[in-house]
């Protein structure tokens, strides 16, 4: 299948900070990206949809001055967790749609990346 | 959105087929059942998806019921490795562009040597 690597896969910061999230299709091109959060023992939520070149769209009572999106290329998004604290601690996970006719419709996931604010 | 129902969890023995159900009574006409699992601290991997015929990969098969309110992941012979939560999801549709995936709270399959 297609491969989505997520970067990085670990990341500690201080209360206050802001972290970035990459999230890059390795061969092919992803016109739309996901992001979703993960609580422990929990299951997936989906915070936005990315389209490369414009806006993302936004679940309800997801922040998006929080959790800044960009999809400036057909194999690059970027999550941004702005001013973090610790309840924004979490498991964030993207993944890629791929337009390769033999595998459209089908969504690749990335590694994941575990989030820890101090 | 159509909405799916599996069972919490489920053991199934070590090289013995494990048969994961899914409910998905509300399924439109139009829209794909998928199935991807997640091992521990990793992402979702892809498994299979369907309309309403049954199909079959490296991986598993999908059945699916002729009235498409329910359909059944086999994994024919499970291993330790398969231990996983499997979500069963139906999708969304965007547009032409596939859509969300909205996820449940899957079944945890134990395999058991």
């Known amino acids: 299948g297609a491969v989505v690597s997520q970067h990085p896969s670990w990341v500690i910061c201080k209360s206050g900070t802001s972290v970035k999230i990459e999230c890059r299709s390795l061969?092919?091109?992803?016109?739309?990206m996901f992001w979703y959060r993960q609580f422990p023992k929990q299951s997936l939520m989906l915070m936005a949809t990315?389209?490369?070149?414009?806006?993302?769209?936004?679940e309800q009572g997801v922040e998006k001055d929080k959790f800044l999106i960009n999809h400036a290329s057909l194999t690059l998004s970027t999550l941004t967790v702005t001013s973090a604290h610790p309840e924004d601690s979490s498991f964030y996970i993207c993944?890629?749609?791929?337009?390769?006719?033999?595998?459209?419709?089908?969504?690749?996931f990335g590694a994941g990346t575990r989030l820890s604010v101090l | 959105d159509a909405k799916t129902t599996q069972p919490p969890s489920m053991d199934c023995a070590e090289g013995r087929a494990a048969n994961l159900p899914c409910n998905h009574s509300t399924i439109s006409g139009n829209e794909y059942v998928y199935w991807y699992r997640q091992i521990h601290s990793q992402g979702p991997q892809y498994i299979i998806h369907?309309?309403?015929n049954n199909e079959t990969n490296e991986m598993a098969s999908l059945i699916i019921t002729e009235d498409r309110k329910s359909s059944t992941l086999i994994l024919p012979h499970a291993t330790l490795r398969d231990t996983a939560v499997y979500y069963c999801i139906v999708r969304v549709s965007l547009y032409n562009q596939g859509g969300k995936l909205i996820f449940g709270q899957g079944t945890e399959l134990s395999v058991k040597p």
């Open positions: 061969d092919f091109q992803a016109t739309t």
């Open positions: 369907g309309l309403k």
């Open positions: 993944s890629a749609e791929t337009t390769l006719r033999r595998s459209k419709n089908i969504q690749y």
């Open positions: 990315s389209n490369e070149g414009s806006k993302a769209t936004y």
